[in-house]
């Protein structure tokens, strides 16, 4: 079979890009369903993109390089034709826009517009050989234990990264870009929580509360989560991209709160007061109680010196902890790092030492932080190579 565009990966780039590509356009994936992220993701319901998106809020190599195609389909544009699918959503938070009803809505607008473009989908189907051909590229598929040659003018890798194994993400689009002599990045799993080896934080396992965290990279300002292996929370998450093996991360217990000021002044008024009490009015009670088995915090305000309150001021706004990994793909919602992004077209996604040959998604060297980003940047990405073809 000979095709103008074949797309390998139909989940939220590969399907935006084959639905827009034109021309005839086959789209394979091993999975038995596409989109298995979309409909999984943000808790069923979809974070679809996020209204503040900008090149900010993405992690690469080169932080330029995501400008031209978030600029030139916006969150607007993706809105817009969510819209015009009648797909209700709302805000969350800061930004973060959600379906109304389910992620399913999503999957379902982006098959309707490949069925719409007469695009060919192949699902359960293996890629055992992709290589250059005279007239582009040749791949040979299997499917039901069938082999099937195809022939394509261009072919767009859109098989995301390596997250959720068990979701049945591979490897494949970095194979494939070495394949054709692009360098791949450092690859780590990202948004994923921290987990510590001596499970010190079990005891108080479902406790949340407001944070300032941050790892080597900008502070996010969200919900901890404590849990029985780590550390978890949107805030968390967030600093996990920005992580490296070994390093500290830095936390500010509700960082809102000028306990250096309250403690100070509570010490006036209410000294006979225990300082676990009063703590435990801006905290959660469990969460002081194990900060007190820590820091030792015993003892009543009255009491407590200026040193000490400067202490305990440090202790809560600059809590420094080394977690001993993450819980790795099993969990994380993204890979961080990519294929090379110098060798790609910013504005086509197009590799720039094989014509017609494109890779999207989060295949590339492009990580945006928890919120939407990422999917905002499948659908740039997809169109940018849209357009292109
Ligand atoms: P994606 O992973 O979506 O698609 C790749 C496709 O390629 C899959 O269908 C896969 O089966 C296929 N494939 C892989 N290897 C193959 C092979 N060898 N042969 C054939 N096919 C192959 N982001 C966001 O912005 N908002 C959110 O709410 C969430 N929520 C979320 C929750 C969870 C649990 C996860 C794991 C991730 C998220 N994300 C997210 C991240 C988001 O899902 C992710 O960034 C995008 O799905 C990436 O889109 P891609 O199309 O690049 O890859």
Request: glycine share 10%.
């Given at each position: 079979?000979?095709?103008?565009?074949?797309?390998?990966?139909?989940?939220?780039?590969?399907?935006?890009?084959?639905?827009?590509?034109?021309?005839?356009?086959?789209?394979?994936?091993?999975?038995?369903?596409?989109?298995?992220?979309?409909?999984?993701?943000?808790?069923?319901?979809?974070?679809?993109?996020?209204?503040?998106?900008?090149?900010?809020?993405?992690?690469?190599?080169?932080?330029?390089?995501?400008?031209?195609?978030?600029?030139?389909?916006?969150?607007?544009?993706?809105?817009?034709?969510?819209?015009?699918?009648?797909?209700?959503?709302?805000?969350?938070?800061?930004?973060?826009?959600?379906?109304?009803?389910?992620?399913?809505?999503?999957?379902?607008?982006?098959?309707?517009?490949?069925?719409?473009?007469?695009?060919?989908?192949?699902?359960?189907?293996?890629?055992?050989?992709?290589?250059?051909?005279?007239?582009?590229?040749?791949?040979?598929?299997?499917?039901?234990?069938?082999?099937?040659?195809?022939?394509?003018?261009?072919?767009?890798?859109?098989?995301?990264?390596?997250?959720?194994?068990?979701?049945?993400?591979?490897?494949?689009?970095?194979?494939?870009?070495?394949?054709?002599?692009?360098?791949?990045?450092?690859?780590?799993?990202?948004?994923v929580p921290f987990t510590f080896p001596d499970r010190r934080f079990a005891a108080i396992s479902g406790v949340a509360c407001?944070?300032?965290?941050?790892?080597?990279?900008?502070?996010?300002?969200?919900a901890l989560l404590f849990t029985h292996r780590g550390l978890s929370g949107?805030?968390v998450l967030?600093?996990s991209?920005?992580?490296?093996?070994?390093?500290?991360?830095?936390?500010?217990?509700?960082?809102?709160?000028?306990?250096?000021?309250?403690?100070?002044?509570?010490?006036?008024?209410?000294?006979?007061?225990?300082?676990?009490?009063?703590?435990?009015?801006?905290?959660p009670?469990r969460l002081?109680d194990h900060?007190?088995t820590e820091?030792?915090?015993?003892?009543?305000?009255?009491?407590?010196?200026?040193?000490?309150?400067?202490?305990?001021?440090?202790?809560?706004?600059?809590?420094?902890l080394?977690p001993g990994g993450t819980e790795g793909?099993r969990t994380?919602?993204?890979?961080?790092?990519?294929?090379?992004?110098?060798?790609?077209?910013?504005?086509?996604?197009?590799?720039?030492?094989?014509?017609?040959?494109?890779?999207?998604?989060?295949?590339?060297?492009?990580?945006?932080?928890?919120?939407?980003?990422?999917?905002?940047?499948?659908?740039?990405?997809?169109?940018?190579?849209?357009?292109?073809?």
């Amino acid at each position: 079979m000979n095709y103008d565009t074949l797309v390998i990966g139909a989940g939220a780039a590969g399907m935006m890009c084959a639905a827009h590509a034109g021309g005839r356009v086959l789209i394979v994936d091993h999975a038995r369903a596409p989109g298995e992220k979309i409909r999984i993701s943000g808790g069923g319901r979809c974070n679809f993109t996020n209204m503040y998106c900008d090149a900010e809020a993405f992690i690469s190599e080169n932080p330029h390089f995501a400008k031209s195609a978030l600029a030139r389909y916006t969150q607007w544009d993706f809105i817009a034709l969510v819209d015009q699918h009648g797909i209700a959503w709302h805000e969350k938070t800061l930004g973060q826009l959600f379906c109304d009803t389910s992620a399913k809505d999503i999957t379902a607008m982006l098959r309707t517009l490949m069925q719409d473009a007469g695009v060919d989908l192949h699902l359960q189907t293996e890629i055992s050989h992709f290589a250059r051909s005279p007239d582009g590229f040749k791949a040979t598929l299997i499917r039901d234990g069938h082999t099937q040659h195809v022939t394509a003018k261009r072919a767009v890798i859109a098989t995301g990264g390596k997250s959720i194994p068990k979701m049945g993400a591979t490897g494949f689009a970095y194979d494939i870009a070495r394949q054709f002599g692009h360098r791949v990045t450092e690859l780590e799993a990202a948004l994923v929580p921290f987990t510590f080896p001596d499970r010190r934080f079990a005891a108080i396992s479902g406790v949340a509360c407001p944070a300032r965290i941050s790892a080597n990279g900008p502070a996010f300002d969200e919900a901890l989560l404590f849990t029985h292996r780590g550390l978890s929370g949107p805030a968390v998450l967030q600093a996990s991209s920005y992580w490296n093996a070994g390093e500290a991360i830095t936390i500010t217990l509700n960082p809102d709160t000028d306990f250096a000021t309250l403690l100070r002044e509570k010490r006036q008024s209410d000294g006979k007061k225990a300082l676990t009490t009063e703590l435990a009015r801006h905290l959660p009670a469990r969460l002081v109680d194990h900060l007190s088995t820590e820091f030792d915090l015993s003892g009543r305000l009255g009491d407590i010196s200026d040193t000490r309150i400067s202490e305990i001021t440090q202790m809560l706004s600059a809590w420094r902890l080394t977690p001993g990994g993450t819980e790795g793909y099993r969990t994380a919602e993204v890979t961080r790092g990519g294929i090379d992004t110098a060798t790609l077209d910013s504005k086509t996604m197009q590799s720039k030492t094989t014509p017609g040959l494109f890779f999207i998604g989060e295949a590339v060297d492009v990580t945006g932080w928890l919120g939407g980003y990422n999917f905002q940047w499948a659908w740039s990405s997809a169109m940018a190579a849209a357009r292109a073809l």
